[in-house]
């Protein structure tokens, strides 16, 4: 008997048979194929992956390993499948032999094609690991040929390079999927189906619920059903250009909901840009559904103690496997770039799905055109619709391949119908001093700045003569764990109208819930600016707007980086000179800035190194967050227990990361320099700080 895998410790009795294991994840491919109009192609792909585990080498180590209790170094088998695509299909085969090469690994670039097929097997080998499969009773679909010559017809070499990586996805998802029943019999994985109809249902009595307060929420209600009245046409790319404080959250699950079900698609994914607003928006929507596997919260500091099964939510994130999930923008839009297995595996999940991409201004300025290019070719070639939900829309359109369509008929009359407050520049610059001296003659007040070091600076400021129960603080140089206590403690202040300071980064600004009777925003991106004015009566409890201000200011003798600097020259003119009420105008001031930054837009070439089919390159170069980085694991009180599990091994490598995110804070190296005797690296790759971390201001810069 050929087998697949050694027995797992629950059934030590039972191999897994080789036959078995490559026919199960054909059908499973079949299944996930269908969703990228791939059936067949996916399915052979699924047949011939572990061709070469026919090999006797590869036999012998496993039942080597399996004798003796130690895993010994692995026989190379990939590249027998690879090899066998690459002799009989012609040009179909080179492309569909990437997927084989790098269901276990990564993908490689298609000009290392040969050189990696060469090194480890041969013509006669794979000749005879063929021959073993059919008498072994393998019968290989060859209806793929003409199903995949028709799809790739005509299409670019960029749509191709989404084509294979989809392909790869269901391989790879299906491939794991039955090696995993196998070694856990007593956890079968089980597609979590979609009732968009108990959904629906779900979602209507939880909005029935709803009462008005206000005129406020007069005007969010009327725009939701504008939105969901919107909602019943086919799959596209569409604009949401929803004022801060509209109701955004709410109007994108009842549009999703709807148009999921006018088009019958299969998955609704939220993607936000912080974990702080996925945590806010995940805990609204799991309190809508009763059934509580309905919705996946899926990033790197997931709060576990929020009721949800720990165990499913565990095995669902690894293929996004719920109807709704809520993650955020590095989670989806690295997937589609990645080259990762376990980064890839949930892509093929994005086909048929309706995406609400919230706070879209937030993609980086240097993955603006590798972006909206990777989502056009979701919508044209998988039929996934894609929102660009935001309150400063910028001017995508000529990067899209696609036509926008805006949901929000006249959201220009919204705008000025949710004008809360003001947005005035201060022409004076502020010194550190002055501006705490301000900031003191408030009852309540929020303060954002652009550094973390300059927010330390300050709340150490205001520290020597204000309250310490009073000046709050909220930047990345805390955990998320810590920074979701400071949340609570500010929205406790804000209800019961007592006294607070806050003094934050740009972490609060896209889409948390403050609601401050007036602000101060250091100058920086006018998109930023805007989304800072939204914390300042937002709820609209103040009827003048003219008392509710948002003041942008100066500080003295501050430098930035080349981009910030534009952007600051660029928000001053606009917040002086143009109405920024006006969503037209934010458009224009994006639009001059893409204009002004043209070569900027895939500085570092993604489309073509995409269109060459280099999937390394473009995984080195697609990072939404671009930097050597270092991140710390704050070892204290809340965090020790975990991380004396991770040293006795009882936590599996795949969890640690998740199990310590909550306490994890991300820096760069220069921002330990002279400290690095308090980083712990005892424990292989964690870097674990023992020095001084304050409950104010998180680590000291």
Request: hydrophobic share 35%; aromatic share 10%.
């Amino acid at each position: 008997m050929f087998v697949a895998h050694t027995p797992s410790e629950h059934k030590p009795e039972i191999w897994h048979k080789l036959t078995d294991h490559l026919n199960t994840v054909a059908d499973l491919c079949f299944e996930y194929g269908k969703n990228i109009n791939l059936p067949y192609t996916a399915k052979f792909l699924g047949q011939i992956h572990d061709l070469g585990k026919y090999k006797p080498e590869f036999q012998n180590y496993l039942r080597v390993s399996h004798s003796i209790g130690v895993r010994q170094s692995s026989v190379p088998h990939k590249q027998v499948g690879a090899l066998y695509l690459l002799e009989n299909f012609g040009s179909i085969g080179e492309l569909l032999a990437l997927s084989i090469l790098g269901h276990h690994n990564e993908i490689p670039s298609f000009r290392h094609l040969e050189s990696e097929i060469d090194e480890f097997t041969n013509v006669d080998e794979m000749e005879r690991c063929f021959s073993l499969a059919v008498k072994d009773g393998m019968r290989f679909d060859l209806t793929f040929v003409q199903e995949f010559q028709d799809f790739i017809k005509g299409k670019a070499p960029d749509e191709i390079f989404f084509i294979l990586r989809f392909l790869h996805s269901v391989l790879v998802d299906s491939d794991h999927i039955d090696t995993s029943n196998h070694f856990y019999p007593y956890f079968q994985y089980v597609e979590n189906k979609t009732n968009i109809d108990k959904m629906i249902d779900d979602y209507d009595l939880f909005q029935s619920e709803f009462k008005c307060r206000n005129e406020i929420d007069v005007l969010r209600t009327e725009i939701k059903n504008v939105i969901i009245n919107n909602s019943f046409v086919s799959t596209n790319i569409f604009t949401m250009t929803a004022t801060t404080g509209a109701g955004k959250t709410n109007c994108g699950l009842g549009f999703a909901l709807h148009h999921s079900k006018h088009n019958n698609l299969q998955k609704i994914v939220f993607v936000q840009p912080f974990t702080s607003i996925t945590d806010q928006t995940a805990s609204t929507y799991q309190s809508i559904f009763q059934n509580k596997t309905t919705v996946l919260e899926h990033h790197s500091v997931v709060n576990e103690k929020d009721g949800v099964n720990e165990k499913w939510r565990s095995k669902a994130s690894q293929n996004w496997n719920a109807p709704i999930v809520v993650s955020t923008m590095v989670q989806l839009l690295e997937s589609l770039f990645d080259n990762k297995p376990s980064k890839i595996r949930k892509l093929h999940k994005l086909a048929n799905a309706c995406i609400v991409l919230d706070e879209a201004q937030s993609i980086p300025l240097n993955l603006v055109k590798p972006t909206l290019n990777a989502l056009s070719h979701l919508n044209k070639i998988f039929n996934t619709t894609v929102v660009l939900c935001t309150a400063t829309q910028p001017d995508f359109h000529k990067y899209l391949k696609n036509k926008t369509v805006e949901l929000i008929d006249n959201y220009k009359d919204y705008f000025k119908k949710l004008e809360r407050n003001t947005i005035c520049y201060n022409s004076n610059s502020y010194s550190i001093d002055t501006l705490a001296d301000e900031l003191k003659s408030h009852n309540q007040t929020l303060c954002i700045v652009n550094k973390r070091k300059i927010a330390q600076h300050i709340v150490k400021k205001l520290q020597l003569s204000e309250s310490k129960d009073e000046v709050l603080h909220l930047s990345t140089t805390m955990t998320p764990n810590q920074r979701k206590k400071v949340l609570e403690n500010v929205h406790h202040k804000l209800k019961n109208d007592l006294r607070i300071i806050l003094i934050a980064t740009s972490c609060i600004e896209c889409g948390v819930d403050v609601d401050f009777p007036l602000g101060y925003r250091q100058n920086c991106f006018l998109s930023s600016i805007y989304q800072a004015a939204g914390r300042i009566n937002r709820n609209g409890n103040n009827k003048d707007k003219y008392s509710s201000p948002l003041i942008v200011f100066d500080l003295e003798n501050e430098r930035h980086d080349e981009i910030m600097e534009y952007g600051i020259v660029k928000s001053r003119d606009y917040i002086n000179f143009e109405d920024i009420s006006d969503p037209n105008v934010i458009s224009k001031y994006f639009k001059e800035m893409f204009e002004d930054h043209s070569s900027r837009l895939d500085y570092k070439n993604i489309i073509r190194s995409s269109q060459k089919l280099d999937y390394p390159q473009v995984s080195t170069d697609y990072k939404i967050i671009e930097n050597n980085n270092i991140n710390l694991i704050i070892s204290n009180a809340d965090s020790q227990d975990i991380i004396a599990q991770v040293r006795n091994n009882q936590i599996p490598p795949f969890e640690i990361n998740k199990k310590l995110g909550p306490y994890c804070i991300s820096v760069k190296p220069n921002d330990i320099k002279g400290k690095e005797s308090s980083v712990d690296t005892s424990i292989d790759g964690l870097f674990l700080w023992t020095g001084a971390y304050n409950e104010v201001y998180g680590l000291e810069l």
